[in-house]
């Protein structure tokens, strides 16, 4: 055998068995211990279609971070104008982008405005009309900060339900960005769906804060609510009765505490009760704040809010180092976990809506693989028979290059840890077509080429070589196509251009370079005379 026929025989015997091997782990239910060591463990994952599971299509509601943040800056600007000695008759935000400020005294115009200008540069200062020595302004978000703020508020929500959901359990999701404030995805094999939205959609944001004990709840109630406060409710249900009453709580609504400081957050079982509770673990800022306010709070009720719904309002009986907290409640050991996961993911920044929900039983998805298959078999076999009867011997050569193009395509999705979806399946079937049409040009070339009078070696060279710019031309403008749909496509439409785009290349590779090999091998290794085509 010549070297340059060696050289390719050892290409192709490395291609084939680099292809087993990344296949073996998708086949194989169990691997040696020491597979994964030095080998790849990566597998075929099934999409949604194939597998069941879940599809959602969620919004960031981002104007409600704007919103959060205009909050933020009132309760900040309070601090500043306390600190200054700046007197103020009114403060509160105005819309979703604005806050309204009213001082008491002229004098106070200029130094505010400097003071302002220079720890707020994300707001413009406008002045309105007021009351005469009363000077008004109306301090406005600028467009680029407020765009800024809800653009990180779509990337942290993206963040934080990717890891709840890895916390939740779930095998091979699908999550990213979709468009300018949707979240896409997709969770195969999930059990229980009404659980996964509670769990994703939950805003999760914690709040420590002290209940006011100088006024009256019931004077609140009827509308008179000091100012700084806000009434929140304790939702509590009764499993023996069925009912669920709401107890209120007046409450200081400045936050002392955020659940933006913890660092852990763990179930534990309560060994009297027998109930599940929630421990937390604070970073070593916010156990310094907690041991502050514990201390300064003695003897007082301080609140724990989740999402403005009040779990408890425990008395501060001593001052808490150590930076540890726990939340109890009528918890089962689900609601628990799912409440532990959550604060250890983060809060999201934002409310999310549901636009679009999708669930797919794992019946339907054996259908659509045992079809998908089926189609794939049937097809497949059709065009090897037709080949093998139509073309002989070089129609053989045809298709042991196609049963080896859909062995490398299998593989190329384990390689890069694609997932395998039902128009995926249409794709590697589209594929089968295009590996032997390749040949088939090949083959029709190689005739012609025989009916001038030229020997087998002869025809087949020009065969290979004028039929390969046409293959080419095909090949690739097929190839820039998928990768556009891979690019700007979704879903099941990216499943269809991955194997579209693997199945390309692998298809170039089989039908000129493999074929190419085992007609040299025949033509000129064994010289055969006759050309069988």
Same mark, same amino acid.
């Given at each position: 055998?010549?070297?340059?026929?060696?050289?390719?025989?050892?290409?192709?015997?490395?291609?084939?068995?680099? @292809?087993?091997?990344?296949?073996?782990?998708?086949?194989?239910?169990? =691997?040696?211990?020491?597979?994964?060591?030095?080998?790849?463990?990566?597998? &075929?994952?099934?999409?949604?279609?194939?597998?069941?599971?879940?599809?959602?299509?969620?919004?960031?509601?981002?104007?409600?971070?704007?919103?959060?943040?205009?909050?933020?800056?009132?309760?900040? *600007?309070?601090?500043?104008?306390?600190?200054?000695?700046?007197?103020?008759?009114?403060?509160?935000?105005?819309?979703?982008?604005?806050?309204?400020?009213?001082?008491?005294?002229?004098?106070?115009?200029?130094?505010?405005?400097?003071?302002?200008?220079?720890?707020?540069?994300?707001?413009?200062?406008?002045?309105?009309?007021?009351?005469?020595?009363?000077?008004?302004?109306?301090?406005?978000?600028?467009?680029?900060?407020?765009?800024?703020?809800?653009?990180?508020?779509?990337?942290?929500? =993206?963040?934080? &339900?990717?890891?709840?959901?890895?916390?939740?359990?779930?095998?091979?999701?699908? &999550?990213?960005?979709?468009?300018?404030?949707?979240?896409?995805?997709?969770?195969?094999?999930?059990?229980?769906?009404?659980?996964?939205?509670? +769990?994703?959609?939950?805003?999760?944001?914690?709040?420590?804060?002290?209940?006011?004990?100088?006024?009256?709840?019931?004077?609140?109630?009827?509308?008179?609510?000091?100012?700084?406060?806000?009434?929140?409710?304790?939702?509590?249900?009764?499993?023996?009765?069925?009912?669920?009453?709401?107890?209120?709580?007046?409450?200081?609504?400045?936050?002392?505490?955020?659940?933006?400081?913890?660092?852990?957050?763990?179930?534990?079982?309560?060994?009297?009760?027998?109930?599940?509770?929630?421990? *937390?673990?604070?970073?070593?800022?916010?156990?310094?704040?907690?041991?502050?306010?514990?201390?300064?709070?003695?003897?007082?009720?301080?609140?724990?809010?989740?999402?403005?719904?009040?779990?408890?309002?425990?008395?501060?009986?001593?001052?808490?180092?150590?930076?540890?907290?726990?939340?109890?409640?009528?918890?089962?050991?689900?609601?628990?976990?799912? +409440?532990?996961?959550?604060?250890?993911?983060?809060? *999201?920044?934002?409310?999310?809506?549901?636009?679009?929900?999708?669930?797919?039983?794992?019946?339907?998805?054996?259908?659509?693989?045992?079809?998908? =298959?089926?189609?794939? +078999?049937?097809?497949? +076999?059709?065009?090897?028979?037709?080949?093998?009867?139509?073309?002989?011997?070089?129609?053989?050569? @045809?298709?042991?290059?196609? *049963?080896?193009?859909?062995?490398?395509?299998?593989?190329?999705?384990?390689?890069?840890?694609?997932?395998?979806?039902?128009?995926?399946?249409?794709?590697?079937?589209?594929?089968?077509?295009?590996?032997?049409?390749?040949?088939?040009?090949?083959?029709?070339?190689?005739?012609?080429?025989?009916?001038?009078?030229?020997?087998?070696?002869?025809?087949?060279?020009?065969?290979?070589?004028?039929?390969?710019?046409?293959?080419?031309?095909?090949? &690739?403008?097929?190839?820039?196509?998928?990768?556009?749909?891979?690019?700007?496509?979704?879903?099941?439409?990216?499943?269809?251009?991955?194997?579209?785009?693997?199945?390309?290349?692998?298809?170039?590779?089989?039908?000129?370079?493999?074929?190419?090999?085992?007609?040299?091998?025949?033509?000129?290794?064994?010289?055969?005379?006759?050309?069988?085509?």
């Amino acid at each position: 055998m010549s070297n340059k026929l060696t050289w390719r025989v050892v290409v192709i015997a490395l291609s084939i068995l680099g @292809a087993f091997i990344y296949l073996v782990p998708s086949i194989s239910q169990s =691997l040696p211990p020491w597979w994964g060591k030095i080998l790849p463990t990566e597998k &075929i994952h099934l999409g949604l279609d194939l597998q069941g599971g879940m599809h959602l299509v969620l919004e960031v509601e981002a104007e409600k971070a704007v919103e959060s943040n205009i909050e933020r800056v009132v309760e900040e *600007l309070k601090h500043d104008l306390r600190k200054n000695r700046f007197r103020y008759q009114d403060l509160k935000r105005v819309g979703t982008d604005a806050i309204s400020l009213t001082l008491l005294r002229e004098k106070d115009r200029k130094p505010f405005v400097e003071m302002f200008e220079a720890n707020y540069p994300d707001f413009e200062i406008k002045e309105v009309s007021g009351e005469p020595g009363k000077p008004s302004f109306r301090l406005v978000l600028r467009p680029k900060a407020k765009e800024h703020i809800m653009k990180m508020a779509v990337e942290q929500a =993206l963040e934080t &339900i990717r890891n709840r959901v890895d916390q939740f359990g779930v095998s091979e999701p699908d &999550i990213r960005p979709q468009g300018k404030n949707r979240i896409l995805i997709q969770l195969p094999g999930i059990k229980d769906p009404e659980r996964a939205k509670r +769990l994703i959609g939950k805003t999760a944001l914690l709040e420590f804060k002290l209940v006011d004990e100088d006024h009256s709840v019931e004077e609140a109630l009827k509308g008179n609510i000091p100012p700084g406060d806000e009434i929140l409710y304790k939702v509590v249900y009764d499993p023996k009765t069925g009912r669920v009453r709401k107890i209120p709580y007046l409450l200081k609504k400045r936050a002392l505490l955020t659940g933006q400081y913890i660092t852990d957050a763990r179930v534990q079982i309560d060994r009297q009760y027998n109930e599940p509770y929630v421990t *937390l673990s604070f970073d070593r800022r916010g156990a310094k704040l907690f041991e502050k306010i514990t201390g300064e709070n003695i003897k007082k009720r301080l609140a724990i809010v989740l999402d403005n719904k009040v779990n408890s309002a425990p008395v501060i009986q001593d001052k808490i180092s150590g930076g540890r907290a726990q939340i109890t409640g009528n918890f089962t050991m689900e609601e628990a976990r799912d +409440l532990a996961i959550v604060l250890r993911a983060g809060a *999201l920044p934002a409310p999310v809506k549901i636009l679009e929900e999708r669930t797919v039983g794992p019946s339907l998805g054996k259908d659509s693989i045992h079809k998908g =298959l089926v189609s794939m +078999l049937v097809g497949g +076999l059709v065009v090897i028979v037709f080949m093998a009867i139509y073309y002989s011997l070089s129609g053989v050569i @045809a298709d042991v290059a196609l *049963l080896l193009n859909i062995l490398f395509i299998m593989a190329g999705l384990a390689f890069f840890g694609a997932t395998l979806t039902l128009p995926g399946i249409a794709g590697i079937i589209l594929t089968i077509g295009m590996s032997v049409d390749a040949n088939v040009l090949i083959f029709e070339r190689i005739r012609e080429e025989s009916r001038l009078g030229k020997t087998p070696r002869a025809a087949i060279d020009a065969g290979y070589s004028k039929a390969l710019v046409t293959i080419l031309d095909a090949n &690739i403008t097929t190839l820039i196509a998928a990768l556009v749909l891979f690019q700007f496509g979704t879903g099941p439409v990216r499943g269809f251009a991955v194997t579209l785009s693997i199945g390309i290349i692998s298809s170039l590779f089989t039908a000129i370079f493999v074929t190419r090999v085992i007609f040299d091998y025949l033509y000129l290794q064994r010289r055969m005379k006759k050309l069988r085509i």
